[in-house]
């Protein structure tokens, strides 16, 4: 038993009741005290946060710091689990929402603790101790909401050099490799002006930090780049590792691209419910609010507004040409193609 970190006249924590309660959410990893930080997040919490982070959760939920040996000592057996890995900007929060079907499954928005491991494996983390980690996250997201219900979890990008991991330890879990085309992609950080130029850069250095980066360039080849080169060479490394997952995991990763997805959503969904073994009702999925509101906002959003709002990027159309042009090039020296295999649909 450990106290409630909530004052002096706390009660103990019942670990495994905790251990058993999908609604108590592992929330953050300390590698330090080798603790999980649980926060208590109802359905409806889930629902409203774009992402399962600080600045979208309710500030007053309950939380219990626990011992990860403790808590996976009590963890009960869990049920399915598949994931989600995207290359960002690529309707993924939109998808996970998809499977927020109550009696079926549940979509978790990128929850930070994936990203713990992220910075602890930069900051020298040992592997076979972030492997044990990762596998008992796992065990604790597997924990179903409701009798039958499977979970997709659909970590950050800046998590997708664990997907090879993820993949192994769960056998059974399957996966999408979720992106957008160069060129969507490239509008898309055009559009977001300094902060989506800032944020390339960012990933640039963490792709570096797990090997992911494109070979054969030097620290001072990306210095030298632009903001927009940045970002193709981030997408290009994002797309060979895709690459190698749909090949090392052929029966149980497919791909799909953004525009095919808003294209026909209907069946790319039924054909992602069907890879997941999920028994979604589709016709109202697609009906609801994962594709009636923006993912990240929750305003009115649609395809025809998807499609305005990429009319924006046309302000950027001629850099944009230009550094395609370049990565198109780059990755046909590499022998990289820039469509996915394992089609979806």
Known sequence: ????????????????????????????????????????????????????????LPANTPRLVISRDEAIAAAPLTGPIHYIFHSAFCCSTLLARAFDAPGTAMGLKEPMLLNDLVGWKARGGPPADLAAVLDDALTLYARPFGAGEAVVVKPSNVVNGFASAMLTVRPAARALLLHAPLRVFLGSIARKGMWGRVWVRTLLIKQLHDGLAWPGMTSEDFIGQTDLQAAAIGWLAQQALFTRLASRFPQRVRT???????????????????????????????????????????????????????????????????????????AATAGLALTLPAPLV
């Not at 993912?295 to 924006?312: L, N, P």
Request: proline fraction near 7%; charge should be negative.
């Open 256 to 330: 799909l691209d953004s525009e095919t997805l808003m294209a026909d959503p209907a069946a790319a969904v039924a054909a992602l419910a069907a890879l997941f073994g999920i028994a979604l009702d589709v016709a109202a999925v697609i009906a609801g609010p994962a594709f009636g509101q923006h993912s990240k906002h929750g305003t009115a959003f649609d395809a025809a507004a998807r499609a305005a709002e990429a009319t924006m990027a046309e302000l950027h159309a001629d850099e944009i040409d230009k550094v395609a042009i370049w990565a198109e090039a780059v």
């Open 1 to 56: 038993m450990v106290p409630a970190p909530s004052g002096p006249a706390a009660t103990p924590v019942d670990i495994a009741a905790v251990a058993r309660d999908p609604l108590w959410f592992p929330d953050r990893y300390d590698p330090g005290q080798n603790a999980i930080h649980f926060r208590r997040l109802t359905r409806g919490d889930h629902r409203a946060a774009t992402f399962l982070t600080d600045d979208y």
